[in-house]
């Protein structure tokens, strides 16, 4: 019988990108409950195998890859991958300790989707698109001109983040939103935190409907990479010096100490203008209970969130506003992006297994 390494899987991938895996490696899928039911099975019935597929939520729900995880991992485990960009959930400096190797998957198909839906949140912010979509329907304003008209002469319910409207029958032009101009986001000033491969890519839809770019970034960029992006920028060393021009916020930064909770509460009242924010880097960057003060009082317009600083909880006063958009995660959840870093992590596997002369994608560790 030939023998063929053990690969843990979290979950498997297409079944498609299996079959040739399936006939050079032994794989088992794996359903984690709990750290110790974990600790146990890898020291008893996985103590043999030699790679673990984590997928996309990999170990983060029993608080991640690291710790008594960690400690009593599988002896003969060479490599962990992930399909994910970020490896927040992994003690990379252990994993180097145990000479463990952990790769993840930067794609530029994430990168893309996930400056799509800012794109997407952006428009909605400006346009008020979310409370009109949500108060379709009923007897009166399923017809287009009541609900446009009902709208323009209709308050917004800061509490509660809800239109509160009478029928108004007739047509009119759908110039504002209870009190709220409906505005394009061309001119208007756009503060991207975090410039690194996806806050670039956001800077270029942006751009791209007209908006004015600053970025926020540790270092600035050198002006030949500045002339490379094909549209104008200006940088700013800190969000304070954005405070009297940003109308528009989008967080693309990792999580670190020095990130989290950068919007909170004196941050979000130095801001000289009503602005709206959107949120795809980490959930921590922003102080949830802060924002929805910012929200209730009407000093942020809108806001598109992607990531959570409780995830997976949600925090329960962002849900049912009409001036919140709420994506589970899903910034980079698309078929394509799928498919390229599964395959990718099940070649990283392979490379690392049977030591061929590929290079992997990327090696963290």
């Known amino acids: 019988m030939t023998f063929k390494p053990k690969v843990l899987f979290l979950e498997f991938p297409q079944k498609h990108l299996m079959k040739q895996f399936e006939a050079k490696f032994d794989c088992i ?20 195998v030699e790679a673990i597929y984590s997928g996309w939520a990999g170990f983060a729900p029993l608080g991640g890859f690291r710790g008594k995880l960690l400690a009593f991992a599988p002896k003969r485990l060479k490599i962990i991958t992930t399909c994910t960009i970020g490896v927040d959930h992994f003690d990379v400096a252990g994993l180097v300790s145990r000479g463990i190797k952990l790769t993840n998957v930067p794609s530029q198909l994430a990168f893309e989707a996930v400056a799509d839906l800012v794109l997407y949140n952006a428009i909605t912010s400006f346009r008020n698109f979310k409370i009109y979509e949500h108060n379709f329907g009923g007897k009166y304003y399923s017809n287009t001109e009541i609900l446009r008209t009902s709208l323009k002469h209709g308050e917004f319910d800061q509490k509660n983040g809800k239109a509160v409207m009478e029928p108004v029958f007739g047509g009119s032009y759908g110039v504002s939103c209870c009190g709220r101009a409906n505005l394009s986001p061309r001119g208007h000033n756009a503060v991207i935190i975090g410039f690194g491969n996806i806050g670039q890519i956001i800077g270029a839809r942006l751009a791209a409907i007209g908006m004015n770019i600053h970025y926020i970034k540790r270092n600035k960029l050198t002006q030949e990479e500045e002339a490379s992006l094909g549209y104008k920028v200006l940088y700013h060393s800190c969000l304070e010096t954005t ?39 980490r959930g921590y960057v922003i102080d949830e209970d802060a924002l929805v003060d910012g929200l209730e009082d009407g000093k942020i317009l809108f806001a598109g969130l992607d990531v959570f600083e409780q995830e997976p909880k949600v925090h329960p006063r962002l849900l049912n506003r009409q001036d919140v958009l709420l994506t589970p995660h899903l910034g980079s959840s698309v078929w394509e992006n ?27 560790s």
Do not use: W
Request: hydrophobic letters at 35%; a negative charge.
């Open 29 to 48: 899928l794996y359903q984690i409950s709990s750290v110790e039911q974990c600790i146990e099975d890898f020291q008893t019935k996985f103590q043999d």
């Open 243 to 281: 405070k009297s021009i940003a109308d528009l916020i989008v967080i693309a930064c990792p999580g670190t100490p020095l990130t989290r909770h950068m919007i909170d509460k004196v941050m979000i009242n130095k801001m000289e203008k009503q602005f709206r924010i959107i949120n795809i880097g």
């Open 338 to 364: 799928d498919q390229y870093t599964a395959q990718t992590c099940l070649q990283n596997i392979e490379i690392a297994l049977y030591g061929t002369q590929k290079e992997s994608q990327q090696y963290i």
